[in-house]
């Protein structure tokens, strides 16, 4: 029996000056949370992926395909002015990983 991989957006307050706070204290938490949700759909060929929704609201953020890299491409500048370098093989493997799935198939080749 395959063990099928759950996915749930992340909640964010909803009061604006507690999220303020809340991205202050937690930004890199939350690029990491950009990342994952997007190898997330990439790994599921999905076209777009929920990445936030906020407490007590129906609102949600979502991020769509055509979006990725540019986000990736953001995450992997933030890393770099914020001198993170270890969490910037991550960020280039998820690259790869989109690039990989954006090249279009040979006509032999299987999929």
């Known amino acids: 029996m395959a ?3 759950k996915y749930k957006p992340f909640v964010l307050p909803s009061d604006f000056k507690e999220l303020e706070s809340y991205v202050k204290l937690y ?3 939350l690029t990491e949370r950009v990342l994952s949700s997007i190898e997330f759909a990439i790994k599921k060929n999905l076209p777009m ?3 936030f929704n906020f407490k ?3 609102f949600v953020i979502t991020i769509s395909r055509e979006a990725f890299l540019e986000n990736i491409q953001n995450v ?3 890393y ?3 001198e993170k370098y270890e969490l910037c093989k991550r960020v280039k493997q998820i690259e790869l990983l989109l690039d990989s799935t954006n090249k279009p198939k040979k006509l032999n ?3």
């Open 49 to 51: 992926v929920e990445v």
């Open 27 to 29: 930004k890199t938490d």
């Open 80 to 82: 770099i002015q914020e």
């Open 3 to 5: 063990i099928k991989e």
């Open 76 to 78: 992997y500048n933030f």
């Open 56 to 58: 007590n609201s129906d």
């Open 109 to 111: 080749e299987k999929k």
